[in-house]
């Protein structure tokens, strides 16, 4: 029972354009959004987060956008950048638990 | 310089022989979590510790153990490893509290069981 389901294993973008990750999640009582980065070799690193309360989160080049309704969430990358090039975690928790949930990530290829 | 550390970084053992992941932070976390990374399936959550002697199984915590003896150690011990343990894992510790769950992990240990 995937909770948090990613469901494009990989994405190829031309740097300078847009980079969208997407991110579905079945439980309702989720009310806060995570997204990590991981390079090979390394653990993964926080990148940017929502609560339930807001539609959108913006941090430099990074924005992520929450759909209630719709349970999903996307990361939008303006511009990519080849360093960007890594794999893309979403998270989920809600109120009652510190439990994060993951998803199965995203692998982002940001070519020149 | 806040971080988490794994030990070791890579492991191949043979099935049976226990072996001891350990894992360390130095930001006086509550709460520390051990997650089993394989291919098409993420990070799944093995076992998690809300504080000191308070551990909970996670999601996939068959053939695992862990202890929480000091704030800052949370090792993973694999008791009888088996080949389907062969994975990748990573420790993890945050604070608790809803808007506190930016989760800080570890390099990560590749272990294979042969």
């Known amino acids: 029972d995937q909770q948090v389901k990613q469901n494009s294993p990989s994405l190829s973008v031309q740097e300078g354009r847009i980079s969208i990750l997407n991110c579905d999640y079945t439980?309702?009582?989720?009310?806060?959004f995570l997204w990590y980065k991981k390079y090979p070799a390394e653990g993964p690193t926080f990148l940017i987060s929502i609560s339930s309360i807001k539609d959108k989160n913006e941090d430099g080049r990074f924005t992520v956008f929450l759909n209630k309704s719709a349970k999903h969430l996307s990361l939008h990358i303006v511009p990519s950048q080849p360093g960007d090039s890594a794999v893309y975690f979403c998270?989920?928790?809600?109120?009652?638990?510190?439990?994060?949930?993951f998803g199965t990530g995203t692998r982002l290829q940001v070519f020149p | 310089e806040a971080q988490v550390t794994q030990n070791p970084r890579y492991l191949i053992t043979v099935t049976g022989k226990k072996l001891t992941v350990t894992c360390s932070q130095n930001?006086?976390?509550?709460?520390m979590s051990w997650y089993r990374q394989d291919p098409g399936l993420g990070l799944r959550q093995i076992y998690y510790s809300m504080n000191v002697e308070v551990t909970d199984k996670g999601d996939v915590p068959e053939g695992y153990k862990v202890s929480r003896k000091e704030k800052r150690n949370f090792p993973l011990i694999l008791e009888s490893p088996s080949p389907n343990q062969t994975s990748l894992y990573f420790c993890a510790s945050s604070r608790p509290g809803l808007m506190n769950t930016e989760a800080f992990f570890g390099q990560g240990t590749r272990l294979t069981v042969v």
């Open positions: 930001m006086n976390h509550e709460y």
């Open positions: 998270a989920a928790s809600s109120r009652d638990t510190d439990k994060l949930i």
């Open positions: 439980n309702s009582m989720f009310d806060y």
